[in-house]
């Protein structure tokens, strides 16, 4: 993830999300989420995205950079349990690294939508602990988690989920 990505990101969460050379599951097992299609717009922000469906289960997320081309991620749903987890990473531009970030949502009631971005604490622990294959780069250091899908997820659902994830922001349909 380069660092503009980054800037955002620390300014939305409270700290920076962990970086994963894997998805959860494969696209292709997945299916859209159809209640996330469509524009939405952050409740208490400017930030707006336009998620549309593309084949094989993959979501498109077009994030609008004023005065450029709107950066894209792509992604498709995990679910753990309950828990509804996008494997998104970014594709074009100058934020494409291949690297996937893992977001939960959640729609309420109220038809908003609220996501939070895995945190990079518990992982850089397992990390360095050798609990799980990873590397921690740059500076203060992306925790970039290469291990296998199954290890990673044997190691959320071994996790308290309040400590996985920082919230990012709430979102409402335009």
Not at 28 to 53: F, M, N, R
Not at 106 to 135: C, I, N, P, Y
Request: proline letters at 5%.
């Amino acid at each position: 993830m380069r660092t503009r990505l980054k800037v955002l990101l620390l300014l939305l969460a409270s700290c920076a999300p962990a970086e994963f050379t894997n998805p959860l599951t494969p696209p292709g097992k997945a299916s859209p989420d159809k209640a996330l299609l469509g524009t939405w717009k952050e409740v208490d922000g400017s930030l707006s995205v336009e998620i549309s469906s593309r084949a094989g289960g993959v979501m498109d997320f077009a994030i609008p950079v004023k005065g450029r081309e709107p950066q894209h991620f792509e992604g498709h749903v995990t679910m753990l349990g309950a828990t509804k987890v996008l494997n998104l990473r970014a594709v074009g531009g100058e934020l494409e690294s291949g690297r996937y970030l893992y977001a939960r949502y959640e729609l309420g009631a109220d038809g908003l939508v609220t996501f939070w971005l895995m945190r990079d604490s518990a992982f850089r622990k397992a990390v360095e602990s050798g609990a799980l294959a990873g590397r921690s780069t740059g500076s203060p250091g992306s925790l970039i988690v290469s291990d296998t899908p199954e290890n990673v997820l044997r190691f959320i659902k071994a996790q308290k989920s309040d400590e996985l994830w920082d919230k990012l922001a709430v979102f409402r349909k335009t």
